[in-house]
């Protein structure tokens, strides 16, 4: 990548001379690397990873930058490069609407300020929106307050440029230039994703910086995401988007890139059915308001507030229907109300554009649960609310009122199918997933019920309080041991429970269902008398009224296990196999599996 990197001493001197800047510019090319939304595997954009510098003498990407600035010519390569790669970029038949992050130089900065004009028709000429060019700035580069870096990344913000601050975590934290300056964008370098997840203090640490930047309205990207398990951690930890292996390599091959990725659409599908979505609750409660173009004229701005004399705020979106932020009618109150402000303000000449104005404002996307919603709001009281987008393109708006009222709907649905004593989802949760899990056939599909076996004389012998204990402690346990996203945990009634799980391997859950059962055997031991226990069993009525010996409490387990590409199955189907697997575990020492091919 072209980053400003000092390489080590002694690496300068290993090129005898330094080639033309022609023959650089001819002998690389850039490599194009997707990132790509986390929530819907569509892609947002492409880094341009500089490739072919070693075929030209030189041991690394930051040693020709090296060479070039000390031959003076470092701002004019930078320049022919963003050119190039922007070429390449215009000429992908899927560039529309993308963004292409391109990494700069600091040293060449100052240039690319003074050239942002010169870009922006070279863009134009391209047919490329000035939104659409995002200048990727590493952290470990050396911008001062108020340099001319600095205020080249103004200038460029100004006329659309979008920034990222990338390789966050791997230098010094540059807060004060995310703060002033306002990058749209901050790049998590790897070593804050890799084993995350068996890292709490790393997780604390990500969450927390994910929660700020979502707060200003900064959109977070990790970058080496090479794992299932990486992927997985960077949706539970909140992750706008992701780069890396798992999605696709740097590519040199720029006709074989794609507007989304089959990878993350999977895991998208996955990650849904494991979670109940409150996409119908938000867009039942979405609040219709008025957008405006970033190249709204300041005149149609005040025209628009006038207009709409509700309105305190309108979201900015760009010409792809991608929201930018919200200009509020607060912030123009000063210039409206005074005696020239407004036609101040309007005056072209005086170079004030609605891009001056416009707020950051956190995003989600519409399948965002509403409590991670609320988090935004835990962090900040001030905010004016939340804009929603579908296919990273603007829905609708989301305000504090309607956040409260999607939580209150939420919480009653929760209340009416949750079971009131082990708070796990009921039948109609339970029935949604058994038809979801019919109706998909990426992966493999596991199905488990579990009922106790001599409940009824427990009960009758140590009171139906004692069989609630037992009850939650069964809850309990599974919810321990079919932890995680690939699982759902479901309570049908008495003493029966449901388990699901899909793209995990049947062994894998016929391990997991034999520790519930062989945990729940050995805790529940401490719920009877010692001489029950030292007897292994009790004595007590059955249904006949016959006094008769009766085992301590277990749990029988039936399996049903249906294959990827398995079409035939259907709720018929599963409820008869389930029945006779329900008798046979019984009869088979407390397990019975049966597969669906």
């Given at each position: 990548m072209n980053a400003?990197?000092?390489?080590?001493a002694?690496?300068v001197?290993t090129?005898?001379?330094?080639?033309?800047?022609k023959?650089i510019i001819h002998?690389v090319?850039?490599?194009f690397?997707p990132?790509v939304?986390?929530d819907t595997g569509l892609?947002?954009?492409?880094e341009a990873?500089?490739?072919?510098?070693?075929t030209?003498?030189?041991?690394?990407?930051a040693q020709l930058f090296?060479?070039?600035?000390e031959?003076?010519i470092?701002e004019?390569l930078?320049?022919?490069?963003l050119?190039?790669?922007?070429?390449?970029?215009a000429?992908?038949?899927?560039a529309e609407?993308?963004?292409?992050?391109?990494n700069?130089d600091?040293?060449?900065?100052p240039?690319?300020g003074?050239?942002?004009p010169?870009?922006?028709?070279?863009m134009?000429?391209?047919?490329?929106?000035?939104?659409q060019?995002?200048?990727?700035?590493?952290e470990?580069s050396?911008?001062?307050?108020?340099s001319?870096?600095?205020?080249a990344?103004r200038k460029?913000?100004d006329?659309?440029i979008?920034?990222?601050?990338?390789d966050?975590?791997e230098g010094y934290?540059r807060?004060?230039l995310l703060?002033?300056?306002?990058?749209?964008y901050v790049k998590?370098?790897?070593?804050f994703i890799?084993?995350v997840?068996?890292d709490?203090?790393?997780k604390?640490f990500?969450?927390?910086?994910i929660?700020?930047?979502?707060?200003?309205?900064?959109?977070?990207?990790?970058?080496g995401?090479?794992t299932?398990?990486?992927l997985?951690s960077c949706?539970?930890l909140?992750?706008?988007m992701v780069?890396?292996?798992?999605v696709a390599?740097?590519?040199l091959?720029?006709?074989?890139l794609s507007?989304?990725?089959e990878?993350?659409l999977?895991?998208?599908?996955?990650?849904?059915?494991s979670?109940t979505s409150d996409q119908?609750l938000?867009?039942e409660?979405i609040?219709e308001?008025?957008t405006l173009n970033i190249?709204t004229p300041?005149?149609?701005?005040?025209?628009a507030?006038r207009?709409?004399?509700?309105?305190?705020?309108?979201?900015?979106?760009d010409?792809?229907?991608?929201p930018?932020g919200?200009?509020r009618?607060a912030?123009l109150?000063?210039?409206a109300f005074?005696?020239?402000?407004?036609?101040l303000i309007?005056?072209?000449s005086?170079?004030?554009?609605?891009?001056?104005?416009?707020r950051?404002c956190?995003?989600a996307?519409i399948h965002?649960q509403?409590?991670?919603?609320?988090?935004i709001y835990?962090h900040?009281d001030?905010l004016n609310g939340?804009?929603?987008?579908e296919?990273?393109?603007?829905a609708?708006?989301?305000d504090?009122s309607?956040?409260?009222?999607?939580l209150?709907d939420?919480?009653?649905?929760s209340?009416?199918?949750?079971?009131?004593l082990?708070?796990?989802?009921?039948?109609?949760?339970?029935?949604?997933f058994?038809a979801?899990?019919l109706?998909?056939?990426n992966?493999?599909?596991?199905?488990?019920h579990?009922d106790?076996?001599n409940f009824?004389?427990?009960?009758d012998?140590?009171?139906f309080?004692q069989?609630?204990?037992?009850?939650?402690?069964?809850?309990?346990?599974?919810r321990?041991?079919?932890?995680?996203?690939?699982?759902?945990?479901?309570h049908?009634?008495g003493d029966?429970f449901?388990?699901?799980?899909r793209?995990?391997?049947?062994?894998?859950v016929?391990r997991l269902?034999y520790?519930a059962?062989?945990q729940?055997?050995?805790d529940?031991?401490?719920?009877?008398?010692r001489e029950?226990?030292?007897?292994?069993?009790?004595e007590?009525?059955?249904?006949?009224?016959?006094?008769?010996?009766?085992p301590?409490l277990t749990?029988?387990a039936?399996?049903?296990v249906?294959?990827?590409e398995?079409?035939?199955?259907d709720?018929?189907?599963?409820l008869t196999?389930f029945?006779?697997?329900?008798k046979r575990?019984k009869?088979e020492?407390?397990?019975a599996?049966?597969?669906i091919i």
């Amino acid at each position: 990548m072209n980053a400003a990197v000092s390489t080590p001493a002694g690496d300068v001197d290993t090129v005898e001379s330094f080639p033309p800047l022609k023959e650089i510019i001819h002998g690389v090319r850039h490599a194009f690397q997707p990132i790509v939304h986390l929530d819907t595997g569509l892609t947002h954009g492409f880094e341009a990873l500089l490739r072919g510098t070693e075929t030209l003498g030189f041991k690394s990407i930051a040693q020709l930058f090296d060479l070039a600035a000390e031959n003076g010519i470092v701002e004019e390569l930078e320049s022919q490069l963003l050119t190039k790669a922007l070429t390449d970029f215009a000429n992908l038949s899927c560039a529309e609407g993308l963004h292409l992050f391109f990494n700069i130089d600091a040293r060449s900065l100052p240039e690319i300020g003074r050239n942002v004009p010169k870009t922006l028709n070279a863009m134009a000429g391209l047919g490329l929106s000035s939104t659409q060019l995002c200048l990727e700035v590493s952290e470990k580069s050396d911008i001062s307050q108020d340099s001319a870096a600095t205020l080249a990344l103004r200038k460029a913000r100004d006329n659309g440029i979008k920034i990222a601050l990338d390789d966050i975590g791997e230098g010094y934290a540059r807060l004060r230039l995310l703060h002033e300056e306002h990058a749209e964008y901050v790049k998590f370098d790897r070593y804050f994703i890799n084993n995350v997840a068996r890292d709490p203090k790393k997780k604390l640490f990500v969450s927390s910086l994910i929660d700020m930047f979502e707060v200003l309205g900064i959109q977070t990207i990790a970058e080496g995401v090479e794992t299932d398990e990486d992927l997985s951690s960077c949706r539970e930890l909140g992750f706008d988007m992701v780069q890396g292996y798992l999605v696709a390599r740097p590519t040199l091959d720029h006709q074989s890139l794609s507007r989304s990725y089959e990878s993350l659409l999977s895991a998208r599908r996955r990650d849904r059915r494991s979670r109940t979505s409150d996409q119908h609750l938000l867009r039942e409660q979405i609040v219709e308001v008025p957008t405006l173009n970033i190249e709204t004229p300041m005149q149609d701005v005040f025209d628009a507030f006038r207009t709409h004399e509700n309105a305190r705020l309108f979201p900015i979106l760009d010409a792809n229907q991608r929201p930018l932020g919200i200009i509020r009618d607060a912030d123009l109150k000063a210039y409206a109300f005074s005696p020239y402000g407004k036609d101040l303000i309007v005056n072209r000449s005086f170079g004030k554009r609605l891009g001056d104005f416009v707020r950051p404002c956190p995003v989600a996307d519409i399948h965002t649960q509403a409590e991670r919603i609320l988090q935004i709001y835990s962090h900040n009281d001030t905010l004016n609310g939340v804009i929603i987008v579908e296919n990273a393109r603007y829905a609708g708006f989301l305000d504090n009122s309607s956040l409260l009222r999607v939580l209150n709907d939420k919480n009653l649905i929760s209340a009416r199918e949750m079971n009131p004593l082990t708070k796990l989802p009921g039948n109609t949760a339970i029935s949604d997933f058994i038809a979801d899990a019919l109706t998909e056939d990426n992966d493999t599909r596991s199905l488990l019920h579990f009922d106790f076996d001599n409940f009824k004389p427990f009960n009758d012998t140590y009171g139906f309080r004692q069989g609630d204990r037992a009850l939650l402690l069964f809850a309990e346990t599974l919810r321990q041991v079919f932890a995680g996203q690939d699982y759902f945990v479901g309570h049908i009634g008495g003493d029966d429970f449901f388990v699901g799980a899909r793209g995990v391997a049947s062994a894998d859950v016929s391990r997991l269902a034999y520790e519930a059962r062989k945990q729940f055997a050995e805790d529940v031991e401490s719920f009877y008398d010692r001489e029950a226990r030292e007897r292994g069993s009790i004595e007590a009525r059955g249904r006949d009224g016959t006094l008769r010996s009766y085992p301590l409490l277990t749990c029988s387990a039936a399996m049903l296990v249906i294959d990827p590409e398995e079409d035939q199955a259907d709720l018929e189907t599963v409820l008869t196999a389930f029945a006779e697997l329900k008798k046979r575990a019984k009869e088979e020492g407390g397990f019975a599996f049966h597969h669906i091919i």
